[in-house]
């Protein structure tokens, strides 16, 4: 795949080199485009090294410009992606202007475009920069995130670039090309965020599971070339690229959701946090405080990790114990008694795993554990997701795992 890579000024340039080398591990030949101000974040030389070709930014370089033009380049590209994309650079792609190289080949190209946008929080959330998205996606351009969590800025918000990985695949995913993922054609279903189960009208019990972990996993699973369906409770975050989400709320609902996903699933991973008791009855009107006191008759939610572990053809199972003490011990007797391939065990509480974008974790499987200590949710993730994958291929024995050439004996 030809990929024109356009690399505009925000700080986030500095994680292009890496984006880079995601690419190409792909098999993509990367000809990168570079605006001036992203010189001012990165070097053409540490590019060009990595890239493996001379960078262009100059419309008006005229030797460039003789070995291949800008309308040449524009039609050898499979797809033009432009990571980072600053608030500037869309909008000046919404205005249909081409003042520079890049924008020009924007204008010029019949392939696909996607955008991974990276800026502060609040210029993201500003209207014109929404508005500017909104006709961007109209046109077809595809907007790779961007993410949430911590900025350069020292802010917190919407607005990270994604990872290079996570961008790489959904750039391949985008345009049909073959990743070279360790999921590659593998189908996982992942549950994410808390539910609600409703009382009345108004009101609903629920728990104070943010969804940022089952979205991360999503995201690594997809980076991994992974098809995936995320089912998700109510949460307040973007859709990880390249997925599938079935919105969900109540526990019978995301019950329902998975097990309608699950058929031909390789891989389930139930990272939700499901209410473990609902209402037994949801009072049809606002309920009155006419009482001084008053009581609510709960019922059991199904346990739909257990129920999937449980079915004939079963996929690798992996499920979370989120808790507050005992963390390991909980946690292996869930693994045991839930017939689970694997678990991942977190301390949950004020100060860690909900709510919040750092994580730590302790895996459990039959017969070893792994630790790994506190990092953000997404790293996390990218991590699970490569020992989860590690641990499908040596118990499904049959699955062939891309990259590996197995050898059978067969006497
Ligand atoms: O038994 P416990 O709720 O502590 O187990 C936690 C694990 O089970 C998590 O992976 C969670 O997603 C899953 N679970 C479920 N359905 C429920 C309760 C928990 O899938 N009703």
Redesign the pocket.
């Known amino acids: 795949m030809n990929i024109v890579l356009g690399i505009t000024g925000g700080i986030a340039a500095y994680k292009a080199p890496d984006l880079v080398r995601r690419l190409r591990e792909r098999g993509a030949e990367v000809q990168i485009v570079m605006t001036n101000s992203a010189e001012e974040f990165v070097t053409s030389t540490a590019l060009q090294a990595v890239s493996g070709k001379p960078i262009r930014s100059n419309l008006w370089d005229k030797e460039a410009e003789a070995a291949m033009s800008h309308i040449e380049l524009a039609r050898w590209a499979d797809v033009v992606l432009i990571a980072p994309a600053t608030a500037e650079v869309m909008a000046r792609i919404v205005s249909g202007g081409a003042p520079d190289l890049l924008t020009t080949i924007c204008l010029a190209t019949e392939a696909p475009i996607a955008l991974a946008p990276a800026m502060n929080r609040v210029m993201w959330s500003n209207l014109a920069t929404q508005a500017n998205r909104e006709v961007l996606e109209h046109r077809g351009i595809h907007i790779i995130g961007p993410g949430i969590g911590s900025q350069a800025c020292g802010e917190e918000g919407a607005g990270r670039m994604l990872e290079p990985d996570l961008i790489a695949a959904t750039v391949f995913n985008l345009t049909g090309g073959k990743g070279q993922g360790l999921l590659e054609g593998k189908k996982v279903v992942v549950?994410a965020g808390p539910t609600r189960e409703p009382i009345d009208p108004v009101r609903y019990i629920t728990n104070r599971s943010s969804g940022k972990m089952g979205y991360a996993i999503a995201g690594a699973a997809v980076a991994q070339g992974a098809d995936v369906v995320l089912v998700s409770g109510p949460v307040n975050l973007r859709e990880p690229p390249g997925t599938e989400v079935v919105n969900v709320e109540s526990?019978e609902e995301m019950y329902a959701a998975t097990h309608a996903a699950i058929e031909d699933a390789d891989i389930f991973i139930?990272?939700?946090?499901?209410?473990?008791y609902r209402p037994v009855a949801v009072v049809k009107q606002k309920i009155k405080k006419n009482d001084e006191a008053m009581s609510l008759e709960l019922t059991r939610?199904?346990?739909?990790?257990?129920s999937i572990a449980a079915l004939d053809v079963a996929p690798f199972t992996v499920?979370?114990?989120?808790e507050t003490e005992n963390v390991v011990e909980y946690a292996r007797g869930?693994l045991e008694k839930?017939n689970l391939d694997m678990i991942i065990a977190n301390r949950v509480g004020r100060d860690c795993g909900f709510d919040r974008d750092d994580n730590s974790a302790i895996v459990l499987w039959d017969g070893g554990e792994r630790e790994f200590p506190t990092s953000s949710k997404v790293e996390l993730a990218r991590n699970l997701i490569e020992l989860a994958a590690e641990h499908f291929y040596a118990e499904r024995g049959s699955e062939t795992q891309p990259g590996l050439t197995v050898i059978t004996n067969n006497d």
């Open positions: 549950t526990a139930a990272a939700a946090a499901v209410a473990d939610c199904p346990d739909i990790l257990a499920g979370f114990a989120a869930k839930k």
